[in-house]
């Protein structure tokens, strides 16, 4: 077994802020994701990585950077902190090829 | 727009009933499609899977009903119990895209 370990658990920013969100998954996934969920919108992407040294936009990755800076660890920035921002950010990986994903635990966002 | 769909947002039944949790989708090079399920402070967990060459799947109180040409599928829970409320997406991927989600359905299985 593995686990995907997402840090910090909470994160409270302000306006304007830059804020790095990270995540370590101990599974040898080759590809990994990050989404965002807000409240009754289910989980839309930002980004993922196919592979250590692939970066992918996905739906919703205006207003965030992400680094794959080796194959266990993926981070994600959100480049200027919205007021009244609050979602909780996942990140998930899997094998490349093959689309079961395991996620991590999330990490909530406000931005004051 | 929204690539998947998924009905009713809220779903409320009786203990050892059979809810029915609704999903469709609009690309056509979809062809894999897991569902989560994910408790109140964490992340989802794959709770099962289908592939587009199967019209159907079954593990054990959980299974998938998938229609190819209405590109509509189901996830049936036969005798709920208390413990399946929690909130199930629908996901859908194909052609190395990574996967896409429904808004999801939230549960409650009433004792």
């Known amino acids: 077994g593995g686990i995907i370990t997402q840090t910090p658990k909470f994160l409270i920013g302000q306006e304007g802020q830059k804020l790095t969100l990270k995540c370590q998954q101990n599974?040898?996934?080759?590809?990994m994701y990050w989404y965002r969920q807000d409240s009754g919108k289910g989980l839309r992407l930002i980004y993922y990585s196919i592979t250590e040294n692939d970066l992918q936009k996905g739906d919703l990755s205006e207003g965030y950077d992400a680094s794959r800076e080796k194959k266990s660890s993926f981070s994600l920035t959100v480049t200027s902190a919205q007021k009244n921002e609050m979602a909780v950010f996942l990140c998930?990986?899997?094998?490349?090829?093959?689309?079961?994903?395991?996620f991590g635990p999330g990490t909530r966002l406000t931005v004051l | 727009q929204q690539q998947v769909r998924q009905s009713p947002q809220s779903l409320t039944v009786w203990e050892g009933e059979t809810a029915i949790l609704n999903c469709s989708y609009e690309d056509s090079t979809f062809n894999y499609f897991p569902w989560y399920q994910q408790f109140p402070g964490e992340g989802p967990a794959l709770l099962i899977s289908i592939s587009s060459v199967s019209d159907k799947k079954e593990d054990g109180r959980f299974t998938i009903f998938f229609n190819k040409r209405e590109k509509k599928l189901s996830l049936h829970i036969t005798d709920s119990q208390p413990g399946d409320s929690a909130t199930y997406f629908c996901?859908?991927?194909?052609?190395?895209?990574?996967?896409?989600f429904g808004a999801g359905t939230k549960l409650t299985v009433k004792p």
């Open positions: 599974f040898n996934h080759d590809t």
């Open positions: 996901a859908a991927s194909g052609n190395n895209n990574a996967p896409r």
């Open positions: 998930a990986s899997s094998n490349r090829g093959l689309y079961e994903q395991y």
